[in-house]
């Protein structure tokens, strides 16, 4: 459980594995990329994402990292429709790796990311972690601020990203469970 404010639900929410490369995990990953992606170069150049620059992008990162046995990625589905990711990987034995937090535009303000974050350090837990990290840019101030409110503390750089600006760790206490 994350020690964020209790969420009222406000509709159907639920959140299971699923593979990385299914069509809605597929189609959830492309959205966030190019959300992301746009920000990023709005916000440095001026320009959306380069339409072939964002397909090598989307194909660069296929998401096999966050397969079974040494990763998971989860699928948060509202009223059945797929809404929203949270991946988990292992770094090391003992330290998973928080990957693909998303909520789509829309559904957003509806609980889903702090339950997202719930399920995947569960998933982090089940993998034998006992920290999970992270790492965020500056120009995504809601996600830092919604890890802070889920109780990730601002740590020292743990990988050279030339995109990662911001690095988060949470201690994982034994026995949570998503809420």
């Not at 339950?115 to 993998?127: G, H, V």
């Amino acid at each position: 459980m994350t020690d964020a404010a209790p969420i009222t639900p406000t509709g159907s929410w639920t959140i299971a594995p699923e593979a990385y490369d299914s069509p809605a995990a597929a189609a959830l990953w492309r959205t966030y990329y190019t959300e992301v992606s746009d920000r990023w170069y709005l916000l440095h150049d001026g320009r959306p994402t380069d339409p072939a620059e964002l397909e090598r992008g989307i194909a660069e990162e296929t998401g096999a990292d966050l397969a079974p046995p040494d990763g998971v990625l989860l699928v948060a589905r509202f009223e059945g429709e797929p809404v929203g990711t949270a991946g988990v990987r292992l770094r090391d034995a003992n330290t998973a790796e928080l990957k693909r937090v998303f909520v789509r535009k829309g559904m957003r303000g509806r609980g889903g990311a702090p339950r997202l974050i719930a399920a995947a350090e569960d998933a982090a837990r089940a993998l034998g972690a006992e920290l999970i990290v992270l790492d965020t840019r500056t120009d995504l101030v809601e996600s830092r601020t919604l890890y802070t409110r889920c109780g990730f503390e601002e740590t020292e750089p743990y990988n050279d990203d030339p995109y990662s600006q911001h690095w988060f760790a949470k201690k994982l206490a034994s026995g949570g469970g998503a809420g």
